[in-house]
């Protein structure tokens, strides 16, 4: 099985930062595209960022500018730079990694618990 575990979130003010760690372990033989979530309370869950195995990265438009996704290989982590933040950035943000454990498996969805951010003065 493969296991994410997130870490960073908190409580900031408008106009901070904060940086978003998400670390793969388990039975990985691979991981392809990692990715950051978020969801707030009454809102549907909405991607963020991604990132895939080469570096590509993708944004949603509402981030573009002030987040930044990033990874490490060798870590099997993603990080997600949060710079500027806005009361509007305010959720749970959820990682996900696509995954498979053997070099004969399919990729798998694995998600993280997730990690509460708060933007608040």
């Known amino acids: 099985q493969v296991q994410l575990v997130e870490s960073g979130g908190g409580l900031v003010q408008p106009g901070g930062s904060l940086r978003l760690s998400c670390a793969a372990s388990?039975?990985?033989?691979?991981?392809?595209?990692m990715s950051w979530y978020r969801q707030a309370p009454g809102m549907r869950r909405e991607l963020v960022a991604t990132?895939?195995?080469?570096?590509?990265?993708n944004y949603a438009d509402s981030v573009k500018g002030r987040f930044t996704i990033s990874r490490d290989n060798a870590k099997n982590t993603v990080y997600l730079q949060m710079n500027s933040l806005k009361p509007e950035d305010t959720a749970v943000y959820l990682c996900?990694?696509?995954?498979?454990?053997?070099?004969?498996?399919?990729?798998?969805?694995?998600w993280g618990q997730g990690t509460q951010v708060t933007v608040s003065s």
């Open positions: 388990g039975s990985i033989f691979s991981i392809g595209s």
């Open positions: 996900n990694a696509l995954c498979r454990e053997t070099r004969d498996s399919y990729y798998r969805d694995y």
């Open positions: 990132i895939t195995s080469g570096g590509q990265t």
